[in-house]
């Protein structure tokens, strides 16, 4: 039984690994840190978890994680990277949930981040924890860098089409989220009256996920990529859409065979079948990846679309599945179970 | 290994018994049916199964139910009556989800239902399967009336101080329920744009599940009781709140412990510490009912707050729990997991 | 044409007083003040007043309301007593969105509000602004305390059988609101991904509208009234339904006719066929009560069902009735016009 | 004052008419049908026109027209054009706001609608509605084709670049409508639990508003036009955001300036600053379309963001805008007044 920290507790992604974890027949939630609620029960914050966690938010000052075999960051953006290189030498696996580590390019992450990064020289040991492309090297991993939501959405749909070298020009995403992809926040945009009852777009001029997505796409091109990404905000809790719009003007390409074969083997990935519109609520609280595709008029145009829970395979999920590859435990234990419907 | 049955198997009541039997431990679904899509796998009316169960809907006017050992009901009233019988004559234990048997009095059941009961013979031995209460009686059934979604959480609400003897006049039971209670219909009334951002009563002046209530409220107390219950419609898909009202004159009635006590070897019911307000997401998914009380300005008035899952409490969790307890399972199995929150 | 200022401009009833004075024929906003956004444009803050209007917050600081003939104070309780002396000394009608002279009794008030009062000496003259009682009173009035959200639904509620004086006991007021009755505020709880898909009640051991409506009820019934008030919160965004529990055993009491007479010549109060359920997103914009009321089993129980817009006719709107009344305008001046639905 | 009918008003955009009409200064409606409801009240299938409308619905096959100046047909698909023909025989002016006149070919049509087009007479002399664009025919209309919710959101999002005959290869829009796009449905899909807190694609292979698009489209062009158009659905009531992708390689076009001045004279069309990103509440109950665009990463693709109410400016809103032109009256009577926020 591995035992568990979790640095951040007091967002959804520290609360969804404690109820995925509640179930892990390897793993065991420990210590949980907060800055603002040390000492608080953690089944206080969230009365879900009453009966199922006896944990209370410990400070990170003064926390002893030393006794954890496994550590996930769920802190905000810039606080992994001043934590890991201690927990590494402790001999702690880490899997950070934030974007620290998921850029390999030190200036590219700093220009898009805005700060300084912290640990240059752990960046080119992390792995990026996307499994369908990463898997081996994950199981080898002492440092994962966990995908961000949009883009294990985005990476999955676009994978089959870009492995096999059949796309023309440029990508785009279009993209939507809920709003729990905002992690659990008191800006004023996320008040129900607010984004209740609406849809926008935000962040149309440039998104962090943008260069994330492309680092993935290219190195699965082996060439640059064009890319145009927009992210829209749902008002809904949970859930990712990813359309997708790629040029495949061959249409010899057995579309549904491409993508049928290459994720065969792929535990939380799942193809529909032609012509299909996967809902997001079909994977609400699921680690599914849900995937179909269309050619409307027979056109070149081929557009994919993808959901998944941001808050499971988008985060807490992913993170477990990377923790079940990192430790040699079954890859989906802890994760199975079909979404809340309705 | 139970073999199960699941008759009307395209409403929310059967895709959540779906649902939740992919974990149990001890019991299998073999058979689903439906008169309207037979021959559709299941995986395809609700693609969140997709992966999770191979079965197709079967017809129910030609499917073998005979190597089943629980049958579920989880038709419309009126059907179940028509059905149990032979079910029963066959050795097969049955939990109708409906009304159907749920209220003893026959001419009571037949005015709030308006229409002849084809199986008065069965409503003696008909249990009701309200764990909390009929624990004992339920384990030796042969037919379990499954209660419904209100009168589950009114009557657990309301239940300790009944027991207690502490109450003085009339109840209230002012009820409020996510939209799913009404089943997968097709009326206007629920469709998104009628019942989302808007809140309403209905049926105020009365409502089938009153005399479900009282009667139960009257097992307990043992003499007549009024009640006023208005059910509300909510624009959220799962939850039942339910806000109790009853005057507890003795101010040296201690009603934590009363609550504590009546039900600490309950596994599914949750009192939270005084001066809580649970919240129906809590319970999301989950077979908890949780409550905790007030008295406003230490008056004669006790408030009761009860919520659960319509869906799962208040309908296939507690068919499951029924059908643990019939089988001699671990009356929890299958039906452990916390509550999906955000 | 009077010149209108709105003394703290960010907040839902500022923006919505703006949306109703659109239109007026006979008011026009000249001046809007706001602390933190001061300089910036209302259409700015709310796109959807793009063209409707040209004001800019101006700081309260230093902002000249000489000009005004009425402002309206749209500030958290406890700004308002600090400056509507200074208006009132100018000439200037003051119309009060906050709760700061809602209740006569100093002592009460400070009791609830856990603040002293700043102007004590105003209490008494400020008259309470639910026209449907005071309508006389607030016509000859300079400062106008506005009533509440739910005060006033569950006034208008049970006023016409208090004043039948046909209730026997305590009243209960089961009431509901959308999460907009909170105020533009950051507060987590009121997040999309907290307050969405979920139901709760909220202050059940005592909230700050008890004592103002207990204080107009008594009014009304020239003696003390036991009332229980539990408000909850809907995940919805406009709205308020206050259900209502009133004894009335006398079957005599031909209550529809009470109602109906009572509020024929009430422009805001719409008195629905005998058992109807007004849902509260037929008031969705507009500035009308809707009230319907069921005498469920014929038994001594009356139970009334009052909706309303918390925006309109529970804070903006019903400030801008309050106006036209003190102006001499025409009552229902600018606030024309059915609800929007769907 | 114009004699209005409506045929077919049970739906929402024959409840929005009615809305909007209530305050028209120059209209007034006289006759409202419907074939499932005749002899009910309009204010008593919606209870939010209470006090507004005294129309009940009149059966269509024995109704009299023949009063009316103009009549709207808010009709399903099919319908109008068996009707429209006799209409305009009696010199009555016409607003189809169903399909059936939008597409001048015939033969495209009736392969996208799947029926024989009834009145294929008319299609010649049928303008379709979209006033920032034919306004001057729309002013000596007899018969017009009011557009579609979508295809008003989409060619007005794409006018200015395509008038300025500055994009290069394909367009792609990703609309997404709320629920209220597809009519006042008892449809399973439009289900709260099945439509809300969830996000879906539908139609993606091919859905019945491009044709419609690309007609337009091209008329601007002048030459053939590469769509792709991807339709989803929101877990919301109101609101249609179409997110549009061209391609503009020359970056000297001042995109801005492009899009001011082609809508400086529209007063339903608002463009805002850019970098700005419209959100459909904004518009909620209002007859604008409001734009935004974007380039993002200064790259080659302009992304535009176009937001309306889809039964306001998408349906009856529209509908109103071409009556007053058809009828001379102020473009904008009845139509003004900001959306409902929050």
Redesign the interface.
Known sequence: MASVGIVGGTG?TG?ELI?LL??HPDAKPVVITSRNVTGTPVSEL???????SDLKFEDPATVNLGTCDVVFCATPNGVAMTLVGKLLDKGIKVIDLSADFRISDQALWERWYGMKHAAPELLASAVYGLPEIERERVKSARLVANPGCYPTAVQLGFLPLIEAGVVEG?L?A?A?S???GAG?????A?????????????G???HRH?PEICQGLERIAGHPV?L???P?L??????I?A?L?ARVPDRSVDIQALFESRFANEPFV?V?PA????????????NTV?ISW????D???V?I?S?EDN?VKGAAGQAIQNMNLMCGFDEAAGL???????
């Open positions: 959804y609360a109820r509640v179930h969230f009365p879900s978890l009453r009966g199922f440029g785009i279009d939507k809920g709003v729990s659990r926040t008191e800006k004023i996320f008040n129900l009256c607010e984004a209740g009852d609406s849809f926008k777009a935000y149309a001029s440039g943008l064009e145009t990404f927009i829209h749902v008002p809904m809790i949970r859930g859409h359309t719009y799942d529909m012509g299909s519109h996967p809902d997001t609520r079909s994977v609400r609280g699921a849900r269309h050619r409307p008029g056109g070149d145009m557009v679309l959901v808050l199975q179970g079909p979404g809340l419907v309705p």
